[in-house]
């Protein structure tokens, strides 16, 4: 049997069992998939079985894995934009300016505080990286919200109004868009630095012909083309359709310069719309998807940590400045702005702890940053386990603030009717 065969039968084994148990507990089955990796990693399985973790998990040999969870993070972006269909803001006023205002401010207040910390800690922990690159990197990691993961902790709790949650998905979209944004300047910028400006230049200039290309020319004859529901026998082609597309796209945009997440989300956007795609997708790839790709995505993110880094103090202090600089920016910058337009104290802080929730799209983030040198592995794994930190406090969080707050569960906007 090849070795590959072996490490994906063991990763979505060991990530099935794990992500049960983090979903027993009330958590992602993300942390618990990328849990898997971190225990099949170097830093212990290697330690109590070095020779089976030679046999297995040998260099050559993880490039064979990375190819897979290649995949399964372009299945899983593919699936992203689809979340977009959560953004309701009711009747709140302001509906559209409320979101937006509190994603400038959490996103600012925190890419700010990323990148001071990043220039403090940059000869501690990537002394051989590039400065700008490095804290634009930093900045930018902290300061996203893993809406796919908010959406389940929305789902899971019932201690919040339906303004907060509301407000909190509408704002992760636009945190969202900022992050891609933020990351292809910051992947052309890398490029620019390593090659010339004119050629950083015709990249940018290449992908924005690209996305006017995909969203004016493409989405619109996608649209008109599927105008109402194909019949159940059709259905594969427009499947097949979309699938090419997307690899295609991915396909570009790796080419210009850019990682291939970025061309799966502007594939994404042109199908979001098509009638029914979503259902066929979720009962065929989508099912597939999240037993087999996926969790060698996460489970491949969490391989790359190396515990060794974990026995140094320093480590450990710059793990807590970041994670503190990051929660402080998002509740504090996402507060204020929730003052300043009008909520209530309660609702604001409650969507300020949500926005601090990290996931996906840090994990896709800081898989681009290590493959582009712009990370290093050191960092890699300070980011990664807040990442993983974010994701299990929120919900208690949320929970010990519901029980401080007593009756004001259902405060609503001022002024909203």
Not at 109 to 125: D, H, N, Q, R, V
């Amino acid at each position: 049997m090849a070795t590959w065969m072996v490490q994906v039968s063991l990763i979505i084994t060991l990530s099935l069992v794990l992500g049960r148990l983090a979903e027993k507990v009330g958590q992602s089955r993300m942390i618990g998939e990328i849990s898997a990796g971190l225990l099949l990693g170097a830093s212990v399985f290697g330690v109590l079985w070095p020779n089976g973790y030679a046999a297995l998990f040998f260099n050559d040999s993880l490039e064979d894995l990375k190819v897979l969870a290649d995949l399964g993070l372009v299945l899983l972006m593919f699936e992203v934009v689809w979340h977009t269909s959560f953004m309701h803001t009711g009747k709140i006023r302001n509906a559209r300016l409320i979101p937006l205002v509190i994603t400038l401010f959490g996103v600012s207040l925190t890419f700010l505080i990323g990148c001071l910390i990043a220039t403090m800690s940059k000869e501690t922990l990537a002394p051989d990286i590039a400065l700008w690159p490095y804290v634009f990197f930093c900045g930018l990691a902290l300061s996203v919200t893993a809406l796919p993961v908010l959406i389940k902790i929305i789902n899971h709790l019932g201690c919040m109004s339906t303004s907060t949650a509301s407000i909190a998905l509408s704002s992760a979209i636009y945190t969202d868009v900022l992050a891609w944004v933020g990351l292809a300047f910051l992947v052309a910028f890398n490029s620019v630095e390593k090659t010339s400006v004119v050629g950083g230049l015709v990249s940018i200039l290449s992908l924005i012909g690209f996305c006017g290309i995909s969203f004016y020319m493409i989405r619109p004859l996608i649209s008109f083309l599927c105008r109402e529901q194909v019949p159940d026998r059709n259905k594969s082609v427009q499947l097949v359709f979309a699938i090419c597309y997307c690899l295609m796209s991915a396909e570009v945009t790796s080419q210009l310069g850019f990682h291939q997440a970025i061309g799966v989300v502007i594939a994404a956007y042109v199908f979001c719309k098509v009638p029914g795609l979503q259902h066929t997708w979720r009962l065929t790839i989508g099912e597939f998807a999240h037993v087999f790709f996926i969790p060698l995505f996460f489970a491949y993110s969490g391989l790359q940590v190396s515990f060794g880094y974990f026995l140094q103090f320093d480590t450990w202090l710059w793990l807590g400045i970041f994670a503190f600089g990051g929660f402080f920016g998002k509740v504090v910058g996402t507060y204020l702005a929730g003052r300043i337009c009008g909520l209530s104290p309660a609702i604001a802080m409650e969507v300020g702890l949500l926005m601090n929730t990290k996931g996906l799209v840090e994990l896709v983030i800081l898989n681009i940053g290590l493959q582009l040198g712009i990370l290093s592995e050191k960092a890699y794994g300070i980011f990664l386990i807040i990442a993983l930190l974010s994701i299990v406090t929120t919900p208690p969080l949320m929970n010990c603030f519901a029980k401080l707050r007593g009756d004001d569960a259902n405060v609503q906007i001022k002024g909203s009717k």
